[in-house]
């Protein structure tokens, strides 16, 4: 099963990815096939050429705000996101998030659409209202994947949407396309 892990002491997998470090155990190791799908292709090589590793190493850390109350999903996408140099903040609450793109002005939010106090379409037509956070590009990371949720995320204002299980290689891309200059 492809699978990832951060740089550090990372063992090969059965299959082309690793695994993360915290799904790693002595007597067995859980399957992550429900939050993303693999297309087997290597994407954690710091040396190949797809994985934009000269482009990485040239531009300036970017800030992604992840709002996403399941710890496990948060995981994966910190672990994934952080082995491509990108600083994460993180909230599982819609008002914190509000607050944190106040005062940390993220490159990016993944925002997760069922949340604790908030719907994050709600979060959103808040953040695109407020003439400080309008301008930082929304991608809804969700697993409602129903005819109709994409344009529903779209209308409240989210640039993008990533429906659940995740492709790591279009995930990666398109967080590139919103981070790009």
Sequence with gaps: MPCFRRWASRPRCEGDGWLPS?????ASVTPVSFIFTFDHRN?????ALENGAAEEANRVLKRIL????????????????????YK????????????????NSPDLILMDIKLPD?????????LKQDDQTKRIPII???????????????ESGCDGYISKPVMIHSFLHTVRRFLSP
């Design 43 to 47: 994407f954690y090589d710091p040396d």
């Design 66 to 85: 992840i709002v996403e109350d399941n710890e496990l999903h948060f995981r994966l996408l910190n672990d994934l996101l952080e082995v491509h140099s």
């Design 88 to 103: 994460i903040l993180k909230t599982e609450y819609g008002r914190e998030a509000v607050k944190l793109a106040r005062n």
């Design 22 to 26: 915290f799904l790693v155990s002595d």
């Design 118 to 126: 908030l719907s994050g379409l709600d979060v959103t037509r808040l």
């Design 140 to 154: 809804a990371v969700t697993a409602f994947a129903m005819p109709g949720d994409e344009r529903k995320a779209l």
